[in-house]
Each structure stands twice: as structure tokens, then as C-alpha cells.
């Protein structure tokens, strides 16, 4: 069963879900689409969709929009666990803390944050809320002028990103000071199947403009990045669940990997891949959906998928992020943006009032 985002749902996941009829949980969102599509969704009324999680039916949300929902009606306590462990990161945090025993963190609240000083002694350091979405709010302080900067930006712009999302998405009561990863960032979609072992379903590098650069502008993947760095990413999957005890669980990953190639995890998000229809760069790159594999217990045939890739494609998505500032009902000429990559795939364009960026392009490089 699906849960439908509130905010963006891609033709290409309308498309899909009039094609399999996979059971979609009846929102509001979901029964707005179902009237544009002619009454095409196989829409589940709540009650029953309780019914058939608690029996053992699959769970995907497209976002953490609806994790309130899943913790007030579902029973399930290893869920209800596994869900805790991805959206709190100083519980994160802590339950991996005996893998990173060097590593600095610190969880405040709001009131504690507008007077804590630079933490100088473990600087460079990231600032960012304890529950958050789409690096909001996230910002990386190597002086004590970026703290105070920081401060200020998030003590200015916390009632609008919480306009944006609700509070299981973005939250405004905790934050995490954490010292700064060096490495290469990667986004993994995966999940934990019926015996909680890892399935890898994509992995995305992460590329930034530079050091201070915290956006989600620029995620790659194709044949290279899988091949190269699958069997260490599952690795670093199947300990972290050794504390977090998933099973049937979809999660999306962010991590770094260090020079000596220690894979330390930014954050985990529950019950999702890729936020927004992200997660759908596997269509172009790879030929099929990262959620359908999950919804029918199944796993890419990466031997075969590889042996018939151009070794040396890379598919790109990159998230269109307005300036900081930019006022409500801003929209932007998505054709010209579009006319200036060579290979673009696809263009998603989102309601920036409701999302707070302007859409996804899905480019491929050669």
C-alpha cells in the first residue's frame, strides 16, 4: 500500500498506479487525483488499510507527511520503533554511537540553542533540527560568525518551514550540533525485507558546489557508483540495523564516506525512498521503480542491469532550489531551464507555496 504526498505526485507515479492498481490509503490528496484520473486508483478507506498493514501488507510513504497517521493507528511496535530511530536523530545517533565512538554530537532545544556559544572545541560543526526534510534549517559553522549567522537564519525562517511541513517532517522543538563529516555524501533507497537483511534498490552520490554548500541540488547515480560501492553500502545497512531492528521497511540514507572509507550515516528517513518522486531517477537510470520492488518483496537483478548499462552514464537529479527569500507564488520558465542540458529527461514542476522549491530536472550526463 501507498501513501500519496500531500505536496507532489508525479505523472509517472499517477501512471504507475492506475497500471498495477496497487492499494493507495484514501487522503485527501489521493482522492483529489482520483477524480483528475477518472476514478482509476484502487483508493483503501483508513479503517481497512489498518486492517491490512496489521495483517502483514506492505508500507510505502512518499514522504514523512503522513508518519503521524502511521504511529496513531498502527500497532506494530518493531514499526513504530524503526520509525522513532529514523525521524529522532540524537536517537540515531545514539543508538550507533558505539560504532563512532570519536564522534561529537549534542541535541538542544530551541530556548537552549538562541544561547549556546560556538562550539568552538569541535568545530567545524552542522547545525540542523532533529527532525527536518529537504536541508532545511541545516547549516555548517566553521566560525563562530557562522553560528551566530545560523542562529539568526533559523530563529528568522523556523514558522515557514513549518508552514511547508508538519511537524513529523520538520520540527521546530530540538536541534542537533554535530561535528562535520569529511568525505563524499551518498543518498541509498533500500529496505529491510522479512528477516531485516538490506536490499539496495539505488545508491545516489551527493555533489556539492563546495565546503558551506548544504543543498540538494546535484544527486548521481548510474553503473559506476553501484558497482563501485554497493557491497560496502550494504555492509553499513545491515549493522545499523542491527540497533534499529527494522523488518518490511523502506528507509532512504544519507551518508558520508571518509577517506579511509568508514561510512558514518547523516540521517535515516523512515517508510520512504527519495522524497517528492526523487526516488524515480531508477526509471530513467535503471528501467524500473524502487517502490515496486519494495510493494512486491522483489530486488533489482543488479548482475543483469549492470551487464547491460553504459558503464559510464551517469543520471542526474538535481533539485530546483529558489534564493532564499523568494516570495510566494513564485514559478519560473521551466522550458528554458530545460533548453540548456543536453540530455534532460524529464522536468517535474512542484507548487512552491506548497513545497518550497520549484521541481525536480532529471538529466543524463555522457
Known amino acids: 500500500m501507498i501513501i500519496l504526498d500531500d505536496a507532489h505526485v508525479s505523472h509517472r507515479m499517477q501512471d504507475y498506479l492506475q497500471t498495477t492498481q496497487q492499494p493507495v490509503l ?8 482520483q477524480e483528475e484520473n477518472a ?27 503522513h508518519l503521524d497517521w502511521v504511529l496513531a493507528n498502527i500497532s506494530d511496535v518493531r514499526l513504530k520503533r524503526a520509525i522513532d530511530f ?16 570519536n564522534y561529537f554530537f549534542k541535541v538542544v532545544s530551541a530556548e537552549e540553542l538562541a544561547t549556546m556559544p560556538f562550539p568552538a572545541h569541535a568545530a567545524p560543526v552542522v547545525l540542523k533540527p532533529n527532525v527536518g526534510f529537504l536541508s532545511l534549517g541545516v547549516f555548517v559553522c566553521a566560525t563562530a560568525d557562522d ?6 537564519e533559523v530563529a528568522a525562517h523556523l514558522n515557514e518551514w513549518g508552514s511547508w511541513y508538519k511537524g513529523s517532517v520538520i520540527a521546530a522543538d530540538r536541534f542537533l550540533v554535530e561535528g562535520v563529516i569529511e568525505g563524499t555524501e551518498y543518498a541509498i533507497d533500500a529496505y529491510y525485507d522479512e528477516n531485516g537483511n538490506p536490499q539496495i534498490m539505488d545508491i545516489l552520490r551527493h555533489d556539492f558546489a563546495s565546503e558551506h554548500d548544504t543543498s540538494d541540488r546535484l544527486y548521481l547515480t548510474g553503473p559506476s557508483i ?11 545497512l545491515a549493522r545499523a540495523n542491527e540497533a534499529m531492528g527494522a523488518v518490511n521497511f523502506p528507509v532512504h540514507v544519507e551518508v558520508r564516506e571518509t577517506a579511509d572509507g568508514t561510512i558514518i550515516p547523516i540521517e535515516f528517513n523512515a517508510m520512504r525512498f527519495a522524497g517528492l518522486g526523487g526516488t524515480e531517477i531508477s526509471w530513467f537510470a535503471y528501467g524500473f521503480y524502487t517502490f515496486d520492488h519494495f510493494l512486491n518483496g522483489t530486488a ?37 531551464f530545460e533548453s540548456r542540458f ?21 538529466w543524463k550526463t555522457i
Open 26 to 33: 484514501k487522503t485527501a490528496k489521493a482522492l483529489a487525483l
Open 39 to 65: 476514478g482509476a486508483f484502487n483508493l483503501v478507506d483508513p479503517d481497512e488499510a489498518v486492517s491490512r498493514v496489521e495483517s502483514g501488507e506492505r508500507l510505502y510513504a512518499q514522504s514523512e507527511s
Open 86 to 101: 529514523c525521524k529522532d536523530k540524537a536517537h540515531m545517533r545514539a543508538a550507533l554511537a558505539p560504532l563512532y565512538p
Open 147 to 152: 553560528w551566530n549567522h545560523a542562529k539568526a
Open 226 to 236: 553501484i558497482r563501485e560501492k554497493a557491497a560496502a553500502m550494504l555492509s553499513f
Open 300 to 336: 533489482p537483478n543488479w548482475s543483469a542491469i549492470l551487464a547491460e548499462s553504459d558503464p559510464d552514464a551517469l543520471y542526474c537529479m538535481s533539485v530546483l532550489n529558489p534564493p532564499t527569500g523568494t516570495p510566494a507564488g513564485t514559478t519560473m520558465d521551466y522550458g528554458a
Open 342 to 362: 543536453a540530455h534532460p529527461l524529464a522536468i517535474d514542476r512542484f507548487d512552491f507555496d506548497a513545497t518550497g522549491i520549484l521541481g525536480f530536472l532529471f
